[in-house]
């Protein structure tokens, strides 16, 4: 083996006296070369193997041909690039391709090789990568086009580019994004003809479905050229996917980019634009009438319902459109309500767009058909509460109540929330501690840690550092708990005139207790604190550095040495 090294070492030999002869490196940098080079090979040269010892051995020397690069552009010296690149970079290709037949199966070592030579290596070069790993790893569509679209944009080569199509539709020919890439990706010459209806009309013979029939008519229609082929998508389409929503979905939407009035290029006004759009509109909601009749399902409710909505949400300053808008979007809520296809969802996309309108008796019903047909839901249960709050229901807590009859108690945390935050400005002080502890002790497990950091700070809203510290310690053994439920009682104890020390060392032993063996920033702040603070004890900081050095696990410890170690230097 020895042999074998001192003979790879020689051979650098050549482009490192150059290196040195041409000024890019010294004598010393030279030597440091070699001795590291040496290193390297024997780790790549021994008989139990790793795959990181080739893996460092490649970033070093592309770190090498990076430095060397930025140094010929220091002194601008531009030549010998023959017998120092050109060798480095053969060197690299080498040991990528001892790495690559031995681990032949991880692709992102692959990965590397390719984006390698894209850098440093020709064309001709990166082209035989493709077929290697492909050869290996022919069951990834993905590298197919990888190699496909290099083939074509990179080489400029649509015949290679094809035949490697080809190939990979002859591996995975159900894969809808082979023919997505493959279909329409190659220069007009090539698709002018039959080829991309051919191509088309096999990908529909493996692959069903509107969705992919769709795509295939969203990137024709990239294409000047395809203008008939597009026509045959889209009648096919219709022809073979009636029963899809997304079909119809498709043809409706289709309507707004057709004009009612082609050929007439005038500039219009604001108003004449507004109800040419109304138009458009109008006539797409009439494709989803005829879609609802045709195919009475929820999916096909949900594409029209979205599609108002969507309308809806997009600004004008025209407010017959906005109001023409807002009158379909309703219509269309509640058709498919009395037909009984309307989702969970869409009862709660309906009750917000009627809340910020105040149409509370509406959204009331709606809320209350919800709950009817989605009992176990909180979502429903939460916007039925929401409609009471907004509307200043005086039943507000009888509902609530009522809530927590029908619902499992895990579910709730959300209708505690919001009855609590109404609670906050609509009740007394007394009334919403009632509520947060009868939350308390309903709300059990990690959903409990949120509902208590929110008492917390409504204590300290209301009444202070004393507040908060009664609440804190009638909550101190009722676990779960945050990191920051005891960093808000540190904070509140800071932020107090005569902030005590005392105070300070028990909120952290007690987060200590809970999370010092996960937390390094903790013992950290502890240290700090007995540092900085006027009534702290700096003689207590060994004793935590230790107790922290026992607690903390693995990457934890190592961060809390280091952070130690940054802060004794002062950073």
């Given at each position: 083996m020895a042999e074998i090294i001192q003979e790879r070492i020689e051979d650098r030999i050549p482009e490192l006296e150059q290196l040195e002869r041409v000024g890019l490196f010294s004598r010393a940098e030279i030597k440091a070369i070699i001795k590291k080079a040496s290193d390297l090979e024997y780790k790549i040269q021994r008989r139990a193997l790793f795959k990181e010892d080739f893996i460092n051995y490649i970033q070093y020397e592309i770190n090498l041909l990076e430095l060397i690069q930025r140094r010929r552009t220091r002194i601008k010296y531009s030549f010998k690039k023959d017998e120092i690149e050109h060798s480095i970079v053969h060197r690299i290709q080498g040991v990528f391709r001892r790495a690559s037949a031995k681990w032949k199966d991880d692709v992102q070592l692959w990965l590397s090789y390719v984006v390698f030579c894209k850098k440093w290596a020709t064309k001709a070069q990166l082209s035989k990568v493709f077929s290697a790993m492909l050869a290996i790893h022919s069951n990834k569509p993905a590298l197919w086009i990888m190699a496909a679209k290099w083939e074509m944009e990179d080489r400029l080569s649509s015949e290679s580019a094809r035949q490697l199509f080809l190939r990979a539709l002859r591996f995975h020919p159900e894969c809808p994004k082979l023919y997505q890439e493959g279909s329409f990706d190659h220069s007009e010459e090539i698709l002018n003809g039959e080829l991309a209806r051919i191509i088309y009309k096999n990908s529909i013979s493996k692959i069903k479905g509107a969705e992919f029939h769709v795509s295939l008519l969203s990137i024709a229609q990239l294409f000047d050229f395809s203008k008939d082929l597009q026509k045959e998508i889209y009648d096919d389409l219709q022809a073979m996917h009636t029963d899809d929503p997304l079909t119809w979905d498709y043809v409706a939407r289709r309507e707004l980019e057709i004009q009612s009035q082609p050929g007439d290029e005038q500039p219009l006004t604001k108003k004449a634009r507004a109800a040419e759009v109304g138009r458009r509109e109008?006539?797409?909601?009439?494709?989803?009438?005829?879609?609802?009749?045709?195919?009475?399902?929820?999916?096909?409710?949900?594409?029209?319902?979205?599609?108002?909505?969507?309308?809806?949400?997009?600004?004008?300053?025209?407010?017959?459109l906005r109001g023409k808008r807002l009158e379909r979007t309703m219509i269309s809520f509640r058709k498919a309500h009395e037909l009984k296809l309307l989702s969970e969802s869409q009862y709660k996309q309906w009750i917000e767009l009627l809340l910020p309108r105040d149409f509370f008796t509406e959204a009331l019903e709606v809320a209350e058909a919800g709950i009817e047909l989605f009992k176990d839901s909180v979502t429903m249960w939460q916007m039925k509460l929401q409609v009471l709050i907004a509307s200043k229901s005086p039943d507000i807590a009888m509902f609530v109540e009522e809530a927590f009859v029908h619902l499992k108690p895990q579910v709730c945390l959300p209708l505690w929330i919001s009855w609590a935050e109404w609670s906050e400005g609509a009740q007394s002080h007394e009334d919403t501690e009632a509520i947060y502890k009868k939350a308390i002790l309903a709300i059990t497990g990690t959903s409990s840690v949120t509902l208590k950091d929110k008492y917390l700070d409504w204590a300290y809203r209301i009444g202070g550092n004393k507040k908060a510290r009664t609440v804190f310690k009638s909550l101190q053994e009722n676990r779960p708990f945050s990191v920051d439920f005891f960093r808000k009682m540190i904070q509140f104890e800071k932020e107090q005139e005569s902030c005590k020390m005392a105070n300070l060392r028990e909120y952290y032993e007690r987060a200590l207790r809970e999370f010092g063996?996960?937390?390094?920033?903790?013992?950290?702040?502890y240290i700090k604190e007995e540092l900085n603070h006027p009534l702290g004890r700096p003689e207590n900081c060994g004793q935590i550095y230790w107790r922290a050095m026992k607690m903390l696990q693995g990457e934890s410890a190592e961060l809390f040495v280091a952070k130690h170690a940054m802060h004794q230097a002062g950073h």
């Open positions: 109008e006539r797409c909601c009439a494709v989803y009438e005829e879609a609802v009749k045709t195919l009475p399902t929820e999916g096909m409710w949900k594409c029209y319902i979205n599609f108002c909505l969507e309308r809806f949400s997009k600004k004008t300053s025209s407010e017959f063996s996960v937390d390094s920033d903790l013992w950290m702040d």
